[in-house]
């Protein structure tokens, strides 16, 4: 059993005790990143837990802590520790995890927004570029993918994708993980298990502050799933 905390866009009581929320107090083999939160921090984050593996894609807001310009390291050299999974996969401890990094904005700066053409560019490397490609257990994303109309949608600028909601269709892992879109914005429905008519099963998490579970790569099951107080997980049955 392998356990997986992932976050995102917000802090926690830890690090700033006028915050609602705290971290799990439980070890973390792998700590995933989901955008949008300083260097700072995710150094305190990974002091805390001492993860064998931390890996992150890129929000919005991270734009901020790149004065000289976005450096294309899969290593970080800003958000030092984390290896950066923009559009690609690569697999750890037998997870294999892809990432896909930005908020929708045509026309801004990838990575820290994308656009159609980015998510095509996705697409192809999950189909062409990497033998894991047919078996992926976990994508991070800063968006979330929309399946149906599941999420919420507040505003153009955090829309869910329906373009990634094809890839999640088309690799159904066994677990998605996304931020950028805030409990505060007046949605609760942010966590869903989906079941497909085949049995498939699936979950949708919201990272913000974080999402805890335990993993088995043998079985692609999820357990012990920990949210923030007062986050529902909604059972949704989907078709791919």
């Not at 609602?20 to 805390?48: M, Q, R, T």
Request: glycine residues 6%.
């Amino acid at each position: 059993m392998i356990n997986i905390l992932a976050v995102s866009d917000e802090e926690t009581r830890e690090y700033n005790d006028h915050l609602p929320y705290s971290l799990p107090n439980k070890e973390a083999d792998i700590l995933l990143c989901c955008g949008d939160l300083s260097p700072n921090y995710l150094e305190f984050v990974i002091n805390k837990y001492n993860p064998k593996y931390s890996i992150k894609v890129t929000g919005n807001h991270d734009q901020n802590y790149y004065e000289q310009g976005y450096d294309d390291n899969q290593y970080s050299q800003i958000f030092k520790g984390f290896y950066v999974l923009n559009d690609s996969i690569l697999e750890k401890q037998g997870i294999k995890i892809a990432g896909f990094s930005g908020a929708p904005a045509e026309g801004r700066e990838w990575p820290f927004f994308y656009s159609a053409s980015d998510i095509n560019k996705f697409k192809r490397n999950l189909s062409w570029k990497n033998p894991f490609s047919s078996d992926i257990d976990i994508i991070i994303s800063h968006n979330a993918p929309q399946i149906g109309n599941l999420v919420e949608e507040i505003d153009a600028f955090h829309a869910p994708s329906e373009e990634l909601g094809e890839v999640y269709k088309k690799y159904f892992p066994a677990v998605w993980l996304y931020g950028h879109i805030h409990r505060r914005y007046g949605v609760d429905k942010l966590n869903f298990k989906l079941k497909t008519p085949e049995g498939e099963t699936s979950y949708l998490l919201n990272t913000i502050p974080y999402a805890f579970f335990s993993y088995n790569p043998s079985k692609k099951d999820i357990y012990n799933i920990e949210l923030p107080p007062q986050r529902k997980i909604y059972p949704e049955n989907v078709s791919r």
